[in-house]
Nanobody, 122 residues
């Protein structure tokens, strides 16, 4: 099992930026794919971005492509989500997750953090 703790959420104005971090502990972080998911009130959880174990493959949801970047530092056991040009519709709880295979569906991920709130004001 991998323990995940997100940080970096907060309140930001539209057009602003935030960087989320997810610190991992437990099993070897470097072998896992990592994903950032988000869930807005009244909506289903959706993927925002994902990254393979070595960073060689990334995925971005169409709604965030060109604005968000995902990266990882396997020595620091941390994955990051840099969010630029934020919009009110980006408001959600953001979760990081780890999985043995790279994927875009939540059921492909085994371990989840508690989430961090991101609120974008208009």
């Amino acid at each position: 099992q991998v323990q995940l703790v997100e940080s970096g959420g907060g309140l930001v104005q539209a057009g602003g930026s935030l960087r989320l971090s997810c610190a991992a502990s437990g099993r070897t972080f470097s072998i896992y794919a990592m994903g950032w998911f988000r869930q807005a009130p009244g909506k289903e959880r959706e993927i925002a971005a994902a990254i393979s174990w070595n960073g060689g493959i990334t995925y971005f949801a169409p709604s965030v492509k060109g604005r968000f970047t995902i990266s990882r530092h396997n020595v620091k056991n941390t994955v990051y989500l840099q969010m630029n040009s934020l919009k009110p519709e980006d408001t959600a709880v953001y979760y990081c997750a780890s999985g043995r295979v790279f994927g875009t569906r939540s059921e492909q991920y085994d371990d989840w953090g508690q989430g961090t709130q991101v609120t974008v004001s208009s």
